[in-house]
């Protein structure tokens, strides 16, 4: 367990620990979401996304807006 500051505009370093514990790489997408008063963090697996296009959850554009519209967000 580690303390981290959060920046202005809510930016939070994760310390190398951490990272390389959970296998996040400069560059990475992450998935962020506030599950009872905590906030959680996880990889995005891109490559799960495209496949859900391709078993009917989806087309591949709306794959690629909504994960325009997560990484504009």
């Given amino acids: 367990m580690s303390v981290v ?7 939070v370093v994760l310390p190398k620990e951490i990272r390389e514990k959970a296998g996040i790489r400069e ?7 506030a599950v009872e008063g905590k906030v959680i963090l996880r ?4 490559w ?6 391709g078993r009917g959850l ?10 325009d519209e997560e990484e504009a967000a």
Avoid: F, H, N, T
Wanted: proline share 3%; hydrophobic share 40%; glycine share 12%.
């Fill in 5 to 11: 500051k959060v920046y202005r505009k809510g930016i």
């Fill in 27 to 33: 560059g990475m997408l992450l998935l962020a979401e």
């Fill in 43 to 46: 990889p995005l697996d891109l």
């Fill in 48 to 53: 799960e996304r495209v496949w859900g296009c």
């Fill in 58 to 67: 989806g087309s591949a554009e709306e794959v690629e807006r909504k994960l």
